[in-house]
């Protein structure tokens, strides 16, 4: 199972080399760490998209209540929403989504995504990495494979993976510390944000920044006496202490630096305004991005949670709403701006829900079909892929599983799904295994997506 924790670097390291770095900087050196030596490099198809921004609904949305209804099912199936039409003829989606139902020109929605895995930790750790969990081995995730893979540009001081707030169930694997994401903690959504780590610890300026660094690489030398490691612990803090001190790094995390009419477009709540920083983030070249959206696990009274947010609420706050603002505002910028082309949009949680109702009003864990819905990176948009039967309990047609959407989403950011990555002891596995690319969402030779 992929720990859910950031990890810590340096702490098993003793208090005398923590006391060298005690000024905020010890959790940006993770980020930093160089791919395997032993990484083979084969020939990476063409990318369509030089950034992803994952959007990870934890918890498992209902694909029912968002984008697989069953209008004409019974009303335990259908649930409590109705259906509307969108903008491309012939799909309907849940009107509890209108703002994405007006974009729907430029999605490509997958209604038989299917897993048999139906605990959250298990059904993360296969959709987050392509893998089947296994007690041998840990997998990278995706975001951990595509930032190690496509790393930033040299001169770069922004991280290759960010994720906001926290990482969540999207772990390192094998690759360990080598591929930690930068996660900004805190709430975009509060006034007073500020992404952890970004400030040098009070009374330390440049200078004895570097005087610690210059330690620090004489203090690692003389421990291990291993040039390697010495070079990679220089290297990471180099960064770090890059990062911390650009003032272009500051300002891609700065959402004060928004206009007040763009970030009313994305919603007041904390899932918008980490979609903005998102989209400021890819803006400004960081290739993966993941945006966590917790709270999907709903197991009782679909109506307050899903559309609600709270009894009495005059107007839906619940997570319907807070998602279809945020989704719509994000595809809308991105496309306004030019930057869906080449900008990979996935949403997407570990399952779905069952096909009928509960006695408590809510829907349970449902693995066997669910929805996913990707954008942008040349996606031709306005298309269904698959279908899940009458009652939305098993694929009807083009089943799609994890590993599948794992080779989708390697090949769209220019990737070859069976390129090796190396585990330390030497093993050498291959991005994914058995999965195939979504073929209505490749480029054909014309350069357009599949139809």
Known sequence: MIPRSRSQPFATCQPSRRSVLQCGLSTLAAFAGLPPQSMALPQSPTPRATSCILLWLDGGPSHLEMFDPKPAAPQEVRGPFQTIETAVPGIHISSELPRTAAITQHLAVIRSVTSPLGEHGLA????????PP???????????????????????SLPAWVAIPEAGSAGTGFLSGRAQSFATGGDPAKPDFQVRDLQLFPDID???????????????????????????????????????????VRAAFDLQ???????QAYGPRTFGQSCLLA?????????FVTVNFPGWDTHDNLVLQLRDGYSGAREGVGLLPTFDQAF???????????????????????????PKLNTRGGRDHWPRVFSAVLAGAGIAGGQVIGASDRTGESPLDQPVTPRDLAATIYTLLGLDPQQILNTPDGRPIPLTQDGQPIAQLLPTASGTAAE
């Open 206 to 248: 440049q200078t004895r920044m570097q005087r610690r660094l210059q330690y620090l690489e004489l203090w690692d030398r003389h421990r291990t006496q291993s040039a390697d490691r010495h070079q990679a612990s220089a290297s990471q803090l180099q960064i770090a202490l890059k990062m911390a001190s650009t003032e272009s």
């Open 257 to 263: 630096q928004e206009a007040t009419k763009t970030r």
């Open 124 to 131: 993360n750790n296969y959709v987050l990495t392509g893998y």
């Open 279 to 287: 989209r400021r983030l890819v803006q400004h070249g960081v290739p």
């Open 328 to 354: 719509a505002a994000l595809l809308t910028d991105l496309q306004l701006s030019g930057l869906l082309q080449h900008t990979l949009v996935v949403a997407l949680g570990e399952f779905g829900r069952t």
């Open 134 to 156: 296994s007690a041998v081995l840990q997998y990278p995730s995706i975001p951990a494979a595509v930032s190690t893979l496509r790393p930033q540009q040299p001169g770069s």
